[in-house]
Each structure stands twice: as C-alpha cells, then as structure tokens.
C-alpha cells in the first residue's frame, strides 16, 4: 500500500463548496479547509476481505493504546460499531470515542474544519478497533446489494471473519482480550458478534478462536418490542407532552408492538418510525437523540471531512467511495430486521461473560426508560438480584457523572448531561466508564462495593 503522507494541508477550493453546501442556502463563498496531522493518523487501518470470492470488505481504523498499563500483548482491545443500521463508525471515530475529533471553526467565508485531540478517547489504555459495519456501510465495500446481510446472524458472521483476519495482521494482537462495543443499532450487533463469537470458539482450536472478554451497549435498540413501548410515558413524565398527546402515541405505539408481535416485520418498522415522527414533531425538538439540544448532532461534519480524496488515502480507504455518515441502501436492507429482538443474546452473553448497558440520560429514542423495560423482561436466574441491587450515585473526579448498578456480570450506568452519544457529551467520564468496566476499578469492582466515607456524605 502507500507510505504515510507526511503532512497534510489541504485547501479545497469553491469548486468542491459549491456541492458540499448545496444545501446552505446563505454560504456564498466559503472555502473549507482541512488537515490531517500525521501524529492522527490511525496506527494501522485499511479494508479486512470477509468474502475472499467476491472481495467484499470490511474497513477499519485502528488505535494503539497510547498509555498501555501492561505490556501491548496482554492489553484490551476494544471494537467500536456504531449504529443505523447503516452508519459509519468514522462517526464514533471522529466524532465520539476516537483520539482525535473534527471540530469546526469559521472566519472570513472559510469553514476550517480540523481535528483536535479528544480528552476522553477510548484508546487511553486499550486498543481500539473501528470497523464499518456491515458491508456496504461508510468505506465498506459491498460487492453487491445481495451481499449485505439481511439478519444479525449474517451480520455477525462478517463481523467473525473481519475481527479474526485483524488479529492476524500482527503477532501483538493475537490473544489480547476483545471487549464489543457500540451504539444506538449496534445494540443488534454487539449481542449478535458477542454471541455467534461464543458458539464459534466451542468449535475451533484455541488458536482460531476470538478472546471474547464483555460486550457494552450505548443508547441500544436491543429489545425493540419492550423498547417502542415507552416512548409515550417518557416525553410525558420529561413534560415534553400533554396527557392527550400521551394516549395519541400509545395507540401508535401499540400499533408497532401488534406488528412485532404478528411478525409484520417492514411494516411494524414504519409503525415505529411513525411513534418517533410523531413524538418529533410533538415536542417541534431538533432532535430526539437529546432533548437539551437546539441544533442536532453535527455529524455532517464527519461526512466533509471524508470527502476529501487526501483524507481517504491518509486512511488508506478507497478513493472512489463517496463517503455518507449513513447508508440509505444499508438501511433498506436492514428494515425487515429492525423490529426483531436479540434479548436472548444478551441473555447467552450475561451467562457466560459481562455485559454493560449504558445511555445518556437525555435521549428519547433508546434511553435509559427504554432499557430499562427490556432489562426486566431477561430471562437470567440472577435478573431479581440485579433489580434489587442499589443504584449507586457514580462520580468521575469527584463531580457527579451519573447512577451505576450492578449485580455480578450485568452492569447499567445512565450518563447524566447526555444523549444518545454519549462520548461526544461526555468525554471523560465516559472514558472513565468504560476504563473501570473493563478493568473493574472502583464502583465497577467484582467485590462487594464499598462507599467512601466521603462519597456517604455526598449522597445523603
Ligand atoms: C461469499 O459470496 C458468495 C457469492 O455471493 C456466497 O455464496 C458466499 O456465501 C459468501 N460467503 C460469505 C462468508 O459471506
Ligand atoms: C401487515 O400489516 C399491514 C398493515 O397493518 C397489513 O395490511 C398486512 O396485511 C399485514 N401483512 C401480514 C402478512 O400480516
Ligand atoms: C411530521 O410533520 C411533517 C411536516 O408537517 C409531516 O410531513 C410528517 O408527515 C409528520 N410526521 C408524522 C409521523 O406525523
């Protein structure tokens, strides 16, 4: 492949605008600039072949550790999904998790777009894998529609071959522990590769098997049935509707659950989207994925900064891809599979490794009351002592960042100032979360939980 540009500086002129902001109506004359220092660019990342007949593949970027605790060999590694079904993980990437974030700034008719350096990336201390998932998704390469999977099962089984074929890329990664993560849809997939991982490694030689060690879900879509339930009693009690508007959206919502229920898949997936319309155009918010903020997500950045044909080769992604933050083909082949429910994944994973269910507590998509009304239907002999474990109040540096609670393998933090990304509103403290899930610091320890003195005091 090519060597490493040294610096990029990049200049992109009117021509390149006039498409970029075909949409901005009042943009007459800016010029967007963009750079990519080298010390950014990811340690290795490029395109993992999941089918060797029809060469369709996965892209990734990945992060070394920046300040591993223990020796590379030994050193976590996590893999980032994010949701759609359809959307880039260069969003998580630079956007939400990764070591560097693009930011924009504006002066005299010129957009600079560049990247600075995140505080909380998830690399502090572990690996971090990003792969754009499933085929046909961000720089993903589907060699055609029919190959983009249509279920969880064949969306796993890409995401097997994928993570296998990286970890023989280099002898250091070969039997570090593997954590899943992701956000949002990725509430399907981390379940689904978790699980297909465990029933795979029974039937391969130690050497072939992946080092499954927990999986953790942001903001998920996991249960959708329990989950479209509860969107009506949420905005309510948030005071975003009134009691009549309330019963408006129960009878939609009741409507998508029927669907799921007589297995009407596409249709109960509009019904769905019918309760999120609705409940949008109720509340007149900018968007449902947090409803403090009056200007949605900036993810439209992530989109211009990947348009660049200098960036792309930086990354060493195809050129000829035309980079969109979400895949409307993707999405399409995904609708049937929206409505279909992976609890009993999560239920396989609780049993045999740990899980972590986290939300921003400012989302009214898939926050905290709707993970909460799945994790009370799982079948798991332990779930009452989970419901009747205390919620702890979780501090990072000593300021409020949130409640955590717990019981053996099955861990759910709720992130206080948060949406539905819950990095990119919480940085550091999600760093903080994840860190001591991982390592079982803290709150997040095995052992029986002990308060400081202090942190008593706080709580009263
Ligand atoms: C690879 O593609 C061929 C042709 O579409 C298909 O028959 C086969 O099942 C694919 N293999 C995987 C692992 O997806
Ligand atoms: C699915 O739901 C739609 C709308 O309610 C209905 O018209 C259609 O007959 C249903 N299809 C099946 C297979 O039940
Ligand atoms: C929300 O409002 C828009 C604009 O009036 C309309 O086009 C759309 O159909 C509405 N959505 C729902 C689900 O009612």
């Known amino acids: 492949m090519e060597s490493r540009p040294k610096k990029l500086h990049l200049f992109l002129l009117l021509l390149l605008l006039t498409s970029l902001y075909c949409l901005s109506s009042s943009a007459a004359a800016i010029t967007l600039q963009s750079s990519f220092p080298q010390e950014a660019l990811p340690t290795k990342s490029g395109y993992l072949t999941v ?3 029809t060469g369709s593949a996965i892209f990734y970027t990945y992060y070394e550790a920046q300040k591993p605790r223990t020796p590379l060999s030994e050193t976590p590694i996590l893999i980032w999904l994010q949701g759609g079904p359809g959307c880039s993980s260069m969003l998580g990437n630079f956007y939400e998790l990764g070591p560097w974030r693009v930011s924009s700034s504006h002066g005299q008719n010129v957009e600079h777009l560049s990247l600075e350096r995140n505080p909380g990336s998830w690399n502090r201390i572990f690996g971090l894998l990003f792969l754009d998932n499933p085929i046909g998704t961000g720089f993903s390469v589907a060699s055609s529609p029919e190959e983009i999977p249509t279920n969880q099962h064949d969306v796993a089984k890409h995401l097997f071959i994928a993570t296998r074929k990286f970890v023989a890329l280099d002898s250091l990664f070969e039997n570090r522990p593997i954590y899943l993560t992701g956000e949002s849809y990725a509430g399907k997939y981390v379940p689904a590769f978790g699980y297909y991982t465990l029933k795979k490694n029974k039937g391969l030689p130690k050497s072939r098997r992946l080092n499954l060690a927990g999986v953790a879900i942001g903001n998920g879509l996991t ?14 009690y948030s005071g975003l509707i ?14 998508a659950i029927i669907l799921t229920r007589n297995g009407n898949w596409s249709e109960a997936t509009s019904a769905r989207s ?12 900018a968007t449902l994925y947090d409803f403090r903020r009056l200007q949605p997500y900036e993810d439209e950045l ?23 933050v979400c895949s ?12 279909k429910s992976v609890r009993y994944m999560v239920e396989f994973l609780v049993k045999n490794t740990k899980v972590l269910l986290y939300q921003g507590q400012c989302d009214l998509r898939d926050g905290v009351v709707s993970t909460e009304a799945w994790i009370k239907k799982m079948k798991w002999e332990r779930i009452g002592k989970f419901l009747e474990a205390e919620r702890i109040v979780w501090r990072v540096n000593d300021e409020l960042a949130g409640y955590m609670q717990k019981w053996e393998t099955l861990t759910h933090v709720v992130v206080m100032n948060a949406g539905h990304l819950v990095p990119t509103d919480q940085a550091v403290n999600s760093q903080a979360m994840i ?3 991982v390592l079982e610091n803290g709150l997040f320890s095995t052992g029986q939980i002990k308060k400081k003195p202090s942190d008593i005091g706080k709580s009263l």
């Open 51 to 53: 089918n060797s007949t």
């Open 223 to 236: 249960d959708p049935e329990a989950q479209v339930g509860t969107h009506a009693v949420s905005a309510y």
């Open 242 to 255: 009134n009691e009549k508007q309330k019963t408006q959206l129960e009878t939609l919502q009741k409507e």
């Open 274 to 285: 019918r309760v999120l319309g609705t409940l949008s155009n109720m509340t007149g918010l």
């Open 302 to 324: 992530v989109a211009k900064f990947l348009s660049n044909v200098e960036i792309k080769r930086a990354l060493k992604a195809r050129e000829s891809i035309v980079f969109d």
């Open 328 to 339: 409307d083909l993707v999405g399409k082949v995904l609708h049937e599979d929206v409505m």
């Open 435 to 437: 860190e001591d899930w």
